[in-house]
């Protein structure tokens, strides 16, 4: 199994901020690596697709790309909306795995 | 969109069983894959598995020997089963569609299924 290691597991940043987060899989693989924004209490949804790809309702502050091994997502000038558990997920290989998750919160 | 529904607590040994209730699409047009994902307390997410129409199901292998995935057109919902089940499968369980390329969208809410005597 591809085992994603996501760092930090929290963060705390202020409306306006750039925040990164980082995804690195335990073997290398290129473009299968998916973004999820996960609100308490709500449905986890799609926000980056095959590393850098935007759902359609995802706002432009989204990005998401590769460097050697690693993925990030980056948030540019952060939102009230963005505060959330951001999740990665590989669909490289079976079985399909998920980072430990980054939970975005207000400073 | 997608809402599970099922018991919220089920007796170790005995067999966990889930809904998943599609509405606004076809269960057997446009989204072709339809996935069980859980997340137990505290741990990260864990992809069960997934089915679509025509094909064979696709389980992970951590729990290939217990779990049933399957569809039904007639209630436009698909269904999980998951036999055998312990303390450690007590979980919020989410249902999912997806494609091909192995992404998931979009998610029901989660329904939390507690194990316990």
């Known amino acids: 199994d591809i085992h994603l290691t996501q760092s930090p597991s929290s963060l705390s940043a202020s409306v306006g901020d750039r925040v990164t987060i980082t995804c690195r899989p335990s073997q290398s693989f290129s473009t299968y690596l998916n973004w999820y924004q996960h609100k308490p209490g709500k449905a986890p949804k799609l926000l980056i697709y095959?590393?850098?790809n935007l759902q359609s309702w995802v706002p432009s502050r989204f990005s998401g790309s590769a460097s050697g091994t690693d993925f990030t997502l980056t948030i540019t000038s952060l939102q009230p909306e963005d505060f959330a558990t951001y999740y990665c997920?590989?669909?490289?290989?079976?079985?399909?795995?998920f980072g430990g998750g980054t939970k975005l919160e207000i400073k | 969109q997608l809402q599970e529904s099922g018991p919220g607590l089920v007796k170790p040994s005995e067999t966990l069983s889930l809904t998943c209730n599609v509405s606004?699409?076809?269960?057997?047009?446009?989204?072709?894959?339809w996935t069980w994902i859980r997340q137990p307390a505290g741990k990260g997410l864990e992809w069960i598995g997934r089915f679509y129409f025509g094909g064979i199901p696709h389980y992970n292998p951590s729990l290939k020997s217990r779990v049933t995935i399957s569809g039904d057109t007639s209630k436009n919902s698909f269904s999980l089963k998951l036999t055998s089940v312990t303390a450690a499968d007590t979980a919020i369980y989410y249902c999912?569609?997806?494609?091909?390329?192995?992404?998931?969208?979009?998610w029901g809410p989660g329904t939390l299924v507690t194990v316990s005597s």
């Open positions: 606004g699409g076809s269960l057997s047009r446009g989204i072709n894959y």
């Open positions: 999912a569609g997806g494609n091909a390329a192995g992404t998931f969208d979009p």
């Open positions: 095959a590393t850098s």
């Open positions: 997920q590989q669909s490289y290989s079976s079985p399909y795995t």
